[in-house]
């Protein structure tokens, strides 16, 4: 269990990076996690490959891994369009929300009973959410694509709890990836009507972002995400997932100089979403030792 736990924070770290790149990559939010799924698909397609996964899976299988994979796909445009109309420390911040959303669909799906301590911690984080929100008008659109990208988030860990325990890690990314590049390519001719853009093809500046965000933040940490809800429940792994703000965020105020964008409000609204996630660590690593 304690290897699964650092597993867990290295994936964290590494997701720390991911609002870093959607500032870095000039592309929009959509063409971006295009670039992103795609490039993702050909890295994970190899390492199957290599190490010899065996891919004999049912057509329907597939295409039910596949369509998780556009959860995360659909998270990824929100997510990344959240930090393009505020900034990184909002759009990471607004992750949180994802286990107030798990809390919520993890019992309606799984048809089992609601958690009174975790809607509690979960209260806590969305305490946190709401006081951010208010601090600047300016970036409250910013902030609802945050928190729609939450929601997808919490859904696609709650459908990949299950795939888990029945597939290869590395497998099960390999086809939501490519489920996402399908799916998203079906998409992007609206979404680029709604969303026009004068830039299609990454400079090489953006590519070279683009393949550190597939190959450690995306095909790494999600093969490390697979392998530790295997043994983590759900709303913890999400719970934790609530530090990668505090990694962002430094980055951000250390590369952006995003601390004179921030108030008194978003430091308090933070505290509520830290407590929350002390909290829940705790109570998880007490319920481990009985």
Known sequence: MKKSYYLLHVAVFLAGFTGVFG?????????????????SAAILFLVVKWFNVSEKLALKEKFGIAKVGMLITIHW??????????????????????????????????????????LLLSGLTLLGISLIFHFD????FGILLGVISSAFAALYTINNEHLVKRYDSKLINFYQMLGGVIGLSFLLPAY??????????????????LLLLSVFCTVGLYVIFAEVL??????TVNLTFNLEPIYSIILAF?????????????????????????????????????
Do not use: M
């Not at 008008?137 to 409250?140: D, G, L, N, R």
């Not at 978003?266 to 979403?273: C, D, E, I, N, S």
């Open 192 to 209: 680029l009507y709604l969303v026009p853009t004068d830039r299609f093809v990454p400079t090489l500046a953006d590519s070279f972002y």
């Open 23 to 39: 500032k870095l990559i000039s592309l929009n939010e959509g063409l971006l996690v295009w670039y992103r799924v795609l490039f």
């Open 230 to 235: 295997k043994k983590i429940p759900a709303f």
């Open 137 to 140: 008008s300016s970036y409250q």
């Open 254 to 290: 250390l590369f952006f100089n995003e601390s004179k964008e921030v108030n008194l409000s978003f430091y308090a609204g933070l505290f509520f979403v830290l407590a929350s996630v002390i909290l829940q660590t705790s109570i998880s690593v007490r319920k481990a030792r009985h």
């Open 77 to 118: 445009v929100f997510f990344y369009g959240s930090i393009k109309y505020s900034n990184i420390s909002i759009g990471v911040v607004c992750y949180c929300l994802v286990s107030f959303f798990t809390a919520v669909f993890e019992p309606l799906i799984n048809k089992t009973k609601f958690k009174v301590s975790e």
